[in-house]
């Protein structure tokens, strides 16, 4: 039986995956600040700890573990990452996280390490057109990404790399480009545009209005969390190390994402464009190099995962409402 350490294991994604490795016959130990918001998490053995701090890390980080995924980090949505706000913290909490998980791979022996980076590396100035955004993972040099979360991740990519270089570790690095799904962060500030439309339109009555930051024009493409899991695992199995792009080339604005919502709650609201952080005019996942690599790129379109997420943010509104 292989044995998997999975940090983050707390969150929306590492949450998702310790189920995936637990059906595949792994033993997941899962380590996290918080434990998981929604649903017990099915890890053999869970860390409650700070990845923080040196302690911790040498107490989940084990000479008996086959594989880690270090999905730890201080994340969230736009209202989150690109107020401007919250800079210092992503920057130093997840660096410091990675760090201190690297180097107890590097002392435990651990040999194979997957690190979940973001689409969030690519330069503004290949996302500036919202018809025609340029995310193929050659383009992120020369650097530019367009706030401090991004900076981090590629500082962290080239950490990873260097770890492989000088210390013999598999290394495994993904782009995750806007994953989304049931049982993540839909509420609170730190949600993702998915979530962010599901719960609107769930909370608006028939007839009536939601909010939406910017013109609506903006446009993405989003994965749904099935499809993210298959890819990670199919990297690991890999000789693979990346840095590879994890996500949909099909890309939407976010005036259809949210009009994808109302369809699904069969509903037809207005929406009010208000100012508010944006981030890039354009992104979506150039899938040519895992087609390439691992031989697969995603299926399902996007409306088929919007359909299994409305429902569930739908009843946690109603339950809310009911609580309050």
């Keep these: 039986m292989k044995k998997a350490l999975v940090c983050g294991a707390g969150g929306f994604i590492g949450g998702h995956l310790v189920k995936r490795l637990k059906a595949e016959g792994y033993w997941v130990r899962g380590a996290d ?26 107490k989940v980080v084990t000479s008996d573990l086959d594989e880690v ?8 949505g736009a209202g989150f990452i690109f107020t401007g706000d919250n800079d210092a913290a992503i920057m130093h909490n997840s660096a410091t996280i990675n760090l201190n998980v690297l180097e107890a791979v590097r002392e435990k022996d651990v040999k194979k390490i997957f690190y979940s980076s973001s689409a969030c590396i690519y ?16 383009s992120a040099y ?29 290394v495994r690095i993904a782009r995750f480009h806007n994953i989304f799904g049931p049982q993540g962060t839909w509420t609170g500030g730190r949600e993702k545009a998915p979530a962010a439309m599901c719960r609107k339109v769930a ?32 990297l690991m199995e890999s000789d693979f190390m990346g840095p590879v792009n994890i996500g949909s080339e099909e890309m939407v604005t976010i005036n259809r994402l949210a009009e994808m919502a ?13 100012p508010g952080p944006l981030g890039v005019r354009g992104r979506k ?13 995603p299926d399902a379109p996007l409306i088929d995962g919007m359909k299994k997420t409305y429902p569930w943010i739908a009843d946690q509104v109603r339950a809310t409402a009911a609580n309050a």
């Design 285 to 297: 996942s150039d899938n040519r190099l895992i087609q390439e690599k691992l031989g697969w790129s």
């Design 69 to 76: 995924y270090q999905l730890a980090a201080d994340m969230g």
């Design 142 to 170: 020369p650097a530019d990404p367009d706030s401090e979360y991004g900076w981090e991740k590629l500082f962290s990519e080239r950490l990873y790399m260097a770890y492989a270089r000088n210390c013999g570790l598999q």
């Design 203 to 234: 909370e608006t009555p028939e007839d009536g209005e939601i909010e939406m930051w910017g013109d609506g024009n903006q446009t993405r493409s989003f994965l749904y969390i099935d499809e993210c899991l298959e890819a990670v695992r199919r």
């Design 262 to 274: 109302m369809e699904i709650a069969g509903k037809k609201l207005s929406i009010r464009h208000i």
């Design 33 to 58: 600040l918080k434990e998981h918001d929604f649903v017990p998490s099915e890890a053999d053995e869970f860390v409650l700890g700070d990845l923080r701090e040196v302690a911790v890390v040498d």
């Design 123 to 138: 330069p503004e100035r290949n996302q500036l057109d919202p018809d025609n955004p340029n995310c193929a993972e050659d």
